[in-house]
């Protein structure tokens, strides 16, 4: 069993049968009164996110969540197939778990799945990828002013805001966990 | 050896150029012909032939032209291994480092501006010890024990006990800067070691004490802002000029949580989650706020207020909803002090919380006479921190306990 002394960004609990993982956790007491943490907790199947106050002392339920790397196969309709590195099990998830995480899903890639009691809930891309550019304005030769930004398409589906000296054909650099154009990669 | 440098880098700029200079400094950046000496004052560029090695302490000595020092690096020690180091000392190459030798400067000016307010208005700056054979009994404070000692000592949670001795023993307006320990409480607005401002004054209540603490905020606010008293807070700028706003604990719950004190009492538990969760947030968004009237069963070493026992002589103020302070009218009442302490020890230990003695010489002084007094303990940390817009109280010390 675990207690408040566990709580931290990244700790994963359990509330109502629904596992959470802690995103901010604040210690807060007055002076002459008692201790509480102050906590935003999100949801890990939803994405929601609450905010919850613990009594410090306050028994937690830690979720039985586990991270396992695993291969991207190959899309099929709105399922998604992955192989366990390990086990070679195939699993099958859903477009609606993985949500925005489809924008940096390229063919072989290797992720960590997150599993909750054995069933997956969601992915981890890894924080960079490189994406392809297929579709975008011309910019004009030698701008390298980074001030202007234009959208372009990613061969995911994803669109970014980049520079004007990108063109179809360039690869990107993306940080997967603002979905924001880093810097563009030389072949 | 060379006799020592004549200029901190901080003055460096304020001489007139050409000038010749004699200083030293850390070598925190080597390129070609060129180094860059650093303090916790400042930086300065050297032009010299024969580059000392990044890290090295050195003496620069030549002439200062506005833009650089063109001259020479004499060595004076070198680090023996990698500079910087992971986790070292040296500010500039922590994340934060720049902020905390700013931060730290500052806190060292707030110091002095409460010790010129103190000593303008006649109050005596005085020096309790840190172990204590009883650290208080607050149900919901724990101490360290100083380990090996007979009789048993504690580090002081705050220096109240010994502060009130000193009352009755004819001090009758008293500061300190005290430091102070609590265990177990560590976030954005708590150290387990930390500074105490905590003052007394004779011959007044907490109406007197409240005038204090808002004409002291302003005072270090003005010092520290080039005159001005409005602060960043933590995002919404607040203007701490007095007079500050005044609300009853039962007032606050009314507005901010929709229910009276008198419904939630006496669940403690509940009490205090609705404070830290739904009062204190609100108080001092605009302007900082005292909280006063606080319910009798929290009365903790405040009086009773005269005219309603249901509430005590106790105020807290709130900047930007953090608590800065808790003061009190004091109880000088030796049988009722004594009863709220026995009352204290067993409710610690039916919480299976240690049951610290009893300060005999404490009701003793109440016993030998204190005069009517106010006092107040004051959040050192946090002053600076809001005065600065840092983000916790760690971010405004040399050495908060991750860094040990």
Redesign the interface.
Same mark, same amino acid.
């Given at each position: 069993m675990a207690d408040t002394t566990d709580l931290k960004k990244g700790f994963k609990m359990l509330i109502d049968r629904n596992p959470f993982v802690v995103v901010d956790c604040q210690f807060v007491k007055p002076g002459k009164g008692q201790a509480f943490f102050r906590t935003k907790l999100k949801n890990m199947q939803t994405g929601a996110v609450l905010d919850r106050t613990f009594k410090s002392g306050e028994k937690l339920e830690k979720a039985d969540t586990e991270e396992r790397g695993m291969q991207f196969l190959y899309k099929e309709g709105d399922q998604y197939v992955f192989m366990d590195n390990e086990t070679y099990d195939q699993m099958r998830l859903s477009e609606e778990l993985l949500s925005d995480s489809i924008h940096y899903l390229l063919d072989n890639m290797h992720i960590d799945v997150m599993l909750f009691e054995g069933r997956p809930i969601g992915i981890t891309p890894p924080n960079f990828v490189e994406l392809e550019v297929t579709e975008t304005e011309p910019g004009f030769k030698g701008d390298t002013s980074s001030n202007t930004t234009k959208p372009a398409t990613c061969s995911t589906g994803l669109v970014v805001n980049v520079p004007l000296f990108v063109d179809v054909g360039d690869k990107l650099k993306i940080d997967t966990r603002t979905g924001e154009y880093v810097e563009r990669v030389k072949s | 050896m060379s006799e020592s440098p004549r200029y901190p880098i901080e003055i460096l700029q304020r001489l007139r150029p050409p000038a010749p200079v004699k200083l030293g400094g850390r070598v925190v950046e080597v390129a070609g012909g060129e180094v860059r000496l650093e303090d916790i004052t400042g930086s300065v560029r050297v032009e010299c032939a024969k580059a000392p090695p990044l890290g090295a302490w050195v003496i620069a000595e030549g002439e200062w032209n506005g833009v650089v020092v063109v001259g020479t690096c004499e060595v004076l020690t070198a680090p023996t291994g990698a500079f910087p180091r992971a986790g070292g000392d040296w500010p500039s190459f922590q994340a934060d480092g720049a902020a905390r030798m700013r931060a730290l400067r500052a806190r060292a000016k707030a110091r002095r501006a409460v010790r010129d307010f103190f000593d303008d208005r006649a109050f005596l700056e005085v020096e309790t010890p840190a172990a204590v054979p009883s650290p208080g009994l607050?149900l919901?404070l724990d101490a360290f024990p100083v380990a090996g000692v007979d009789p048993p000592r504690w580090l002081i949670t705050s220096p109240e006990y010994q502060m009130k001795r000193m009352l009755a023993g004819g001090a009758p307006r008293i500061y300190q800067l005290a430091r102070c320990w609590r265990r177990? *409480?560590?976030?954005?607005?708590?150290q387990p070691e930390f500074t105490m401002l905590e003052w007394y004054r004779a011959f007044a209540g907490s109406a007197e004490v409240m005038r204090d603490t808002e004409q002291l905020v302003a005072h270090v606010a003005r010092t520290m802002l080039d005159g001005s008293t409005v602060i960043p807070g933590s995002g919404t700028p607040i203007d701490v000029a007095p007079p500050w706003q005044r609300l009853t604990v039962d007032e606050a719950f009314r507005t901010f949580a929709g229910v009276g004190v008198q419904d939630v009492l006496p669940d403690?538990?509940r009490f205090?989650?609705i404070?830290?969760?739904q009062v *204190?947030p609100q108080l001092g968004r605009m302007r900082p706020i005292f909280l006063t009237h606080w319910p009798a069963s929290?009365a903790?070493l405040a009086r009773l207020d005269p005219n309603d026992p249901s509430v005590c002589d106790r105020f807290?103020a709130y900047i930007a909803g953090i608590?800065l302070c808790?003061g009190f009218g004091e109880l000088v009442d030796p049988v009722e002090q004594r009863r709220r302490l026995r009352a204290d020890q067993e409710r610690r230990v039916a919480e299976g919380k240690i049951a610290y003695p009893i300060d005999e010489r404490f009701i003793g002084a109440l016993e030998e006479g204190l005069p009517p007094s106010g006092g107040n303990?004051l959040g050192f940390d946090r002053l600076v921190m809001l005065l600065l817009g840092a983000e916790s109280i760690g971010d405004v010390m040399a050495f908060p306990t991750e860094r040990l």
């Open positions: - | 607050d919901h177990g *409480e560590l976030g954005a607005n708590h403690e538990e205090f989650r404070l830290v969760d *204190e929290m903790s807290e608590e808790n303990a």
